[in-house]
């Protein structure tokens, strides 16, 4: 911006004598621009913000799930209900004694799952924080530091991690 005023002053100059009103279209040219900017990083601090609210959300929702919904989910196994009768006259069950079915689930790979999730989330919507908090992908990297963080944090904080 400086050197684009410094070459218009120098351009009028060289043109005529009377660099005054040159001068004053230089100074609103910058007024403009300097107002231009301020308002754009207001406007983008709430899409900022949005991404971040968002994220954490996503978060609470893994947290929900994982603290509440699969282990009320993997309790669920109720014996007797599952496949035929064993020929021996019991009833099959799998693996862990629970019988086959609701309770079958894999716990640990749906919340390994979770967090994988959560660190692609967290990594794409650091990018696009960057892009439209900065201007460029590249300054989206320490919205990614940030939201990794604050997605190890969150699986740490809820025993999954």
Same mark, same amino acid.
């Given at each position: 911006?400086?050197?684009?005023?410094?070459?218009?002053?120098?351009?009028?100059?060289?043109?005529?004598?009377?660099?005054?009103?040159?001068?004053?279209?230089?100074?609103?040219?910058?007024?403009?621009?300097?107002?231009?900017?301020?308002?754009?990083?207001?406007?983008?601090?709430?899409?900022?913000?949005?991404?971040?609210?968002?994220?954490?959300?996503?978060?609470?929702?893994?947290?929900?799930?994982?603290?509440?919904? /699969?282990? =009320?989910?993997? #309790?669920?196994? !109720?014996? *007797?209900?599952? &496949?035929?009768?064993?020929?021996?006259? +019991? $009833?099959?069950?799998?693996?862990?004694?629970?019988?086959?079915?609701?309770?079958?689930?894999?716990?640990?790979?749906?919340?390994?799952?979770?967090?994988?999730?959560?660190? /692609?989330? =967290?990594?794409? #919507?650091?990018? !696009?924080? *960057?892009?439209? &908090?900065?201007?460029?992908?590249?300054? +989206? $990297?320490?919205?990614?530091?940030?939201?990794?963080?604050?997605?190890?944090?969150?699986?740490?904080?809820?025993?999954?991690?």
């Amino acid at each position: 911006m400086m050197s684009r005023a410094v070459a218009l002053v120098t351009n009028a100059v060289r043109a005529s004598g009377d660099i005054g009103p040159v001068l004053r279209i230089a100074a609103d040219e910058s007024r403009a621009t300097w107002s231009l900017r301020r308002e754009r990083r207001q406007v983008m601090l709430t899409y900022l913000i949005v991404i971040y609210i968002s994220f954490l959300v996503f978060l609470g929702i893994i947290a929900a799930l994982s603290v509440s919904f /699969i282990p =009320a989910i993997e #309790s669920a196994g !109720v014996p *007797g209900s599952g &496949g035929p009768p064993d020929p021996g006259g +019991g $009833v099959p069950s799998g693996p862990s004694g629970i019988t086959e079915g609701l309770g079958g689930i894999d716990a640990a790979g749906y919340e390994q799952l979770f967090f994988h999730a959560a660190a /692609i989330q =967290a990594t794409c #919507s650091g990018l !696009v924080a *960057g892009q439209l &908090g900065e201007g460029s992908v590249r300054d +989206g $990297v320490k919205h990614v530091v940030v939201l990794l963080a604050l997605t190890l944090v969150a699986f740490l904080a809820i025993g999954v991690a």
